[in-house]
């Protein structure tokens, strides 16, 4: 950082000391001047409307968001919160939100709100579907290729990183590290929670910047059944640890054709509630690799169910007090595919820069090219070219939707998979997805046609200049 940088670090940190010092004896106010600051700080960034919508929701006591507000304050590390507050709020929502813009105009090529990227491709499961339990133990992006990633990205504007795997905590003294080096930046990984101790919490703390996903399936016969005997209650075990310690943590789930009722039912919700699940990031099952059975994807009407079910537990007066996100589902709220760098793309462990954590091609390497010679390079570009993919954005992906289009982009730019034990054509991965992608078509096109969608502040390079001269004004 910048002396500038950092002297206005201290000064917004400052404040939000003592925001957070008095703020037990008049929560609402003071967390509606927290809303002012993050307004001042932001200015024009984002809609008004969004952070007008934040104060009511303060202002109104029986509303879920109101009561998540609440528990963060009651359960969290004040001194971990402010930290987390400066690098989500300040480095990623306002230095690198307003950087990410200017990068791509300057660019001409998708620049990521967030990168994912694996620091090995070992993992101590070998869950259902999974394909990092096909990988082994061989690949491990060593502390200096992790850092250049993100010292990398942070000069493109790039201040939210995701850490996969493998299982990532494999490497936790590694991460540690990188937090404490870039504090600016907000970090999370993907866990299956068996390593989570006394020590990691306490180095969440100190650093701030931390947090986790920690992986389940429903209760202990779902969980058990798709990641092995024993894996539910080591989770419940790391999520009572992490609650005791005042950390910031929250659950990843990967709904299959199996599971959508365990996963989604009340009773499951309600416990991890009450076990300090603060954020809930939902993914539909995607058959990748060798081993993966399509037949675990969900069926159109489960995938349907999935919509409905989600706004119902967003609802501020019948929802759940959690943050929820379904990747799938929510692509009417970024605009369709976020991949290829559009808000986001993925490092594997041997370094191969693909356009997501569920495409496993590329076309290059960290060890040979530049994020940003990644992003220009044929692939990304071709995304960039090529999104939306469909402009009903409940079929947002190019492979589990719309299998035509990567079939497409693989062919014409050459990309090469990038699977680490055994080469996954496209035709292998696609022929996948074809049955879901004909089925769920025309009730997608229903639901779309039937509900009102918001109309997200994005661009694509139809909308540029040049994809103008190229498309026309369609």
């Known amino acids: 950082m910048t ?31 927290l809303i002012d600051l993050a307004e001042k700080l932001l200015g024009d ?3 008004k409307k969004n952070i007008e919508a934040a104060r009511r929701i303060i202002r109104e006591q029986d509303n879920v968001y109101y009561t998540l507000a609440m ?15 400066l690098a989500v709020g300040l480095g990623a929502g306002v230095k690198g939100t307003k950087a990410v813009r200017e990068n791509r105009e300057k660019y001409k090529c998708n620049i990521p709100f967030q990168i994912l990227f694996d620091p090995t491709s070992a993992c101590n499961c070998k869950c259902k579907g999974c394909w990092a339990a096909e990988y082994g133990h061989q690949n491990n992006l060593t502390y ?16 939210f990183y995701m850490l996969t795997g493998g299982e990532p905590l494999i490497r936790k003294d590694d991460l540690i590290k990188l937090c404490e080096e870039y504090p600016d930046c907000a970090f999370m990984a993907y866990t299956n929670g068996h390593l989570v ?20 399936e429903g209760d202990e016969e779902s969980t058990d059944d798709r990641r092995g005997e024993g894996n539910y209650q080591k989770v419940i075990g790391a999520m009572k640890l992490l609650k005791s310690k005042g950390c910031l943590y929250g659950m990843s789930v990967c709904y299959t054709r199996n599971n959508i009722d365990k996963v989604t039912s009340d009773e499951f919700l309600d416990k991890m509630v009450e076990l300090g699940v603060k954020y809930a990031l939902y993914f539909n ?10 037949e675990l994807i969900p069926t159109p009407e489960q995938r349907e169910y999935m919509y409905k079910w989600l706004r119902r537990v967003r609802n501020g007066k019948t929802g759940k007090p959690m943050f929820f996100m379904d990747f799938q589902s929510d692509g009417e709220y970024v605009g369709g595919c976020i991949a290829g760098g559009r808000n986001y793309f993925h490092i594997n462990s041997a370094g191969d820069m693909e356009p997501c954590v569920f495409i496993h091609f590329s076309d290059s390497n960290i060890r040979t090219h530049t994020l940003l010679e990644a992003l220009q390079n044929p692939l990304f570009m071709a995304f960039r070219h090529d999104q939306p993919f469909n ?7 190019p492979m589990l939707e719309n299998p035509q289009c990567l079939r497409d982009i693989v062919s014409r730019t050459g990309a090469k998979s990038t699977n680490l034990i055994q080469e996954e054509t496209a035709e292998m991965l696609c022929s996948k997805c074809d049955k879901f992608a004909k089925e769920w078509a025309p009730r997608a096109d229903a639901l779309w046609n039937s509900t009102k969608h918001p109309n997200p502040k994005t661009q694509y390079y139809r909308d540029t200049p040049e994809g103008k001269a190229e498309f026309g004004n369609k």
């Open 285 to 294: 099952f995607m058959p990748v690799g060798h081993e993966a059975s399509p």
């Open 45 to 47: 960034t984002f809609p």
């Open 3 to 33: 002396i500038k940088e950092k002297a206005e670090r201290m000064a917004v940190g400052a404040t939000i000391d003592g925001l957070l010092k008095y703020i037990d004896k008049n929560p609402q106010e003071n967390l509606i001047k």
């Open 197 to 216: 101790d006394e020590k990691l919490c306490d180095d969440m703390l100190r650093v701030g910047n931390f947090a986790l996903a920690l992986s389940i």
């Open 391 to 397: 402009d009903n954005h409940l079929r947002p992906c």
């Open 144 to 159: 200096e290729e992790m850092s250049s990633i993100v010292s990398q990205g942070r000069e493109l504007g790039t201040h």
């Open 71 to 85: 528990s963060i304050l009651r359960d969290l590390d004040r001194e971990m919160l402010k930290k987390m507050l």
